[in-house]
């Protein structure tokens, strides 16, 4: 949590500097059974909510959160948020008023809480992100040192299911053309994409589906976001 919210809140200028921040926790992830927390001691005693700790203006606040939680329901371990998170409340939690309900009527903060649901429909239907979370055979490394785009490419497998790659782009820069290598070459679904319009982004993304061929397939990469491709065959 610690590396991770420290990674999140650097402008993304800085982040190609900080690229162990988010693949060092990977050294250890498969000696010890993990839940991820974005815990409660987070967002109090001043510190802020987890969208105000975000770095860049308001709509990339929003990005930045929306592809730190795809980020995380894609790693290994349990997941945790904590009240108010799973929109984007832009207060700190306090127990002494009710959570800020009334921002579900901006898109932006409905947005996330759509990503939120999704997030964990599909995480609970693919055995492929949750089944081998402590065990080393169950991830793979597809891009682990492009530090000066700030990507990160990871897939989660497990025995009988269909492989799901992970794919973050932690700059404001879209990658239009971004060749990532894949152990399968076929139809590979664009499954969640935490740009869509849906969700408050920006639209971009790869129409559904990407192609791979000889190894690899030339994928968008939108902005400040994490997508996750299903391979169909």
Sequence with gaps: ????????????????WHHNDITFGLMYAFS??????LSHDEVVHGKGS??????????????NLRAYYALMWG???????FMGQEFAQRREWSEERALDWELLGSHMHD????????????YRSRPSLHARDC?????????ANDSGASVFAWLRKAPGQKPIAVVSNMTPASHPHYRLPLPHDGIWREAINSDAD??????????????????GANIVLPPLATIMLEFEG
């Excluded at 010890?32 to 927390?37: D, T």
């Excluded at 849906?198 to 993304?205: A, E, H, W």
């Design 135 to 143: 065990e080393g055979e169950g991830f793979e490394w597809l891009v």
């Design 50 to 63: 987890l969208l105000t700790k975000m770095s860049g203006d308001d709509w990339q606040k929003f990005a």
């Design 75 to 81: 790693y290994p371990g349990k997941k945790l948020l």
């Design 111 to 122: 947005g996330v809480r759509a990503l939120v649901r999704d997030l964990n429909n599909f």
């Design 32 to 37: 010890e059974n993990f839940v991820l927390p």
């Design 1 to 16: 949590m610690h590396d991770t919210l420290r990674y999140m809140t650097r402008e993304p200028v800085h982040r190609k």
């Design 198 to 215: 849906v969700y408050g982004g920006s639209g971009k993304g790869n129409l559904g589906k990407v192609v791979a061929e000889g190894g």
